[in-house]
């Protein structure tokens, strides 16, 4: 590749505002099919001023998988982890393996290759907390109560703003007012933090570059993402939890798999992928005897807070709050949980969109639990929902150029609609 076909990082700056610390670095690009802001930046709460850095490792395992997805050469100014760069190298022989449709192998140089001084290091333990199923599991695997190990316990859940395209559309800072208080309890310090490497970056890359669904790109690469942030803190964390949705059983590539968040850390911070001996729903049910997830467990993009009520408030409508609901309901827990208002029925179980392979993959660990406890009619419910799915993916060329076809669907869809809806009113 050319000159013309380089990214180029510059050097990272600090600036305080008012009640933040902001680390950002002029970025370059020269893809000229896609317009992307000249700046990257990460904010974190102005507490955590002293362990902010301005080395470039954060900026460099941030912009790697967006060079790779845009097809240019990498060049990363400042000081980088020479573990970091040679991580880095093998990120991209595994990525551009699992997903060559989406990200290219690109030629990266460094300014200046130094490592981490170790003596510097504050080694605290830090775990990626959304409030969701995954990481709620490792906060309370982790939790310094329950880590049999003490340099393993966790100290810090780090919290992101705006990580996933919806996030500009829900009022965060009151879903962090929800969560400040369970962390007191724990003895935790929750972190937050934001950038606009999803919003600016991934989000205009994955629709406009790429033309992509949202999710394509930046669930492959969200691993990366969260290390970014942790590596923009310096040496404040000895050891980092990424919490995983997936058992090891599980095949398929995904953006946190052990054979690529361990390669992305530094000489001073280890990061771990966690949780991937439990299906989700075994998680699910160890969680399910912890009161703190009854009003805090936050599933839904779209989730929203109620102050009034101290609870996360989730949308129980889409494909991962009926999933979890669904899990729940086999607990019999899904009554202690006010994070989910609404009734769940056969008929909502069956209406369940599954986007992509992955998500069959938990449709079939439900289905394999409800067998296992008896509960065979949310069994038979989940598998019609697969069924249907799986005809509407394989045919979907079929169904948008023929109007017969998708008449006889519809056809085929009211018919089991209306026979297992009386089903479920006897």
Excluded at 97 to 123: I, M, Q, R, Y
Excluded at 153 to 165: A, E, Q
Excluded at 188 to 199: A, G, K, M, T
Excluded at 218 to 234: D, E, K, R
Aim: glycine share 6%; with cysteine.
């Amino acid at each position: 590749m050319g000159w013309e076909d380089k990214m180029i990082v510059h050097k990272p700056i600090i600036t305080e505002e008012e009640n933040e610390v902001c680390v950002s670095a002029k970025v370059d690009t020269k893809n000229h099919n896609i317009k992307l802001p000249d700046v990257l930046w990460f904010k974190f709460q102005k507490g955590y001023k002293e362990h902010v850095t301005d080395r470039s490792d954060g900026f460099a395992a941030a912009l790697l998988p967006i060079a790779m997805a845009l097809g240019e050469d990498l060049e990363i100014k400042g000081i980088v982890s020479p573990r970091l760069a040679f991580g880095m190298r093998e990120y991209q022989r595994i990525t551009s393996v699992w997903w060559p449709d989406l990200l290219k192998s690109v030629h990266v140089t460094f300014e200046n290759l130094k490592s981490v001084e170790g003596k510097k290091a504050a080694g605290k333990v830090g775990c990626a907390f959304s409030g969701g199923v995954d990481s709620f599991y490792t906060v309370w695997s982790h939790l310094p109560r329950n880590e049999a190990i003490e340099k393993y316990g966790i100290s810090h859940c780090l919290m992101i703003k705006r990580f996933n395209l919806f996030d500009d559309k829900i009022k965060f800072d009151t879903i962090q007012e929800i969560y400040e208080p369970m962390m007191k309890r724990l003895d935790l310090q929750l972190l937050v933090c934001d950038s606009n490497i999803v919003i600016e970056f991934i989000g205009p890359i994955e629709k406009i570059l790429l033309k992509k669904p949202p999710g394509k790109l930046s669930i492959p690469i969200h691993g990366a993402t969260i290390t970014a942030f942790v590596l923009m803190l310096g040496q404040l964390f000895s050891d980092f939890y990424i919490g995983s949705g997936y058992k090891f059983t599980y095949s398929e590539p995904d953006g946190t798999n052990p054979l690529l968040v361990h390669l992305l850390s530094t000489e001073t911070t280890q990061m771990i992928d966690d949780g991937r001996h439990l299906t989700r729903v075994e998680k699910i049910a160890q969680l399910s005897n912890w009161p703190e997830t009854y009003l805090k467990l936050r599933v839904c993009v779209k989730a929203t807070a109620d102050e009034k009520k101290d609870t996360i408030l989730n949308c129980c409508k889409c494909e991962k709050c009926l999933r979890t609901m669904t899990s729940l309901y086999l607990l019999h827990k899904l009554p202690q949980y006010a994070s989910f208002p609404s009734p769940l029925s056969g008929k909502d179980i069956r209406k369940v969109y599954y986007s992509h392979g992955g998500k069959y993959h938990f449709a079939h660990e439900i289905i394999e639990y409800a067998i296992r406890t008896g509960r065979k009619s949310i069994a038979l419910n989940i598998r019609i929902a697969v069924f249907l799915n799986r005809i509407y993916h394989l045919n979907h060329k079929l169904i948008k150029r023929s109007k017969t076809y998708s008449m006889g669907m519809d056809l085929i869809k009211k018919i089991l609609s209306i026979r297992l809806t009386s089903e479920d009113n006897r």
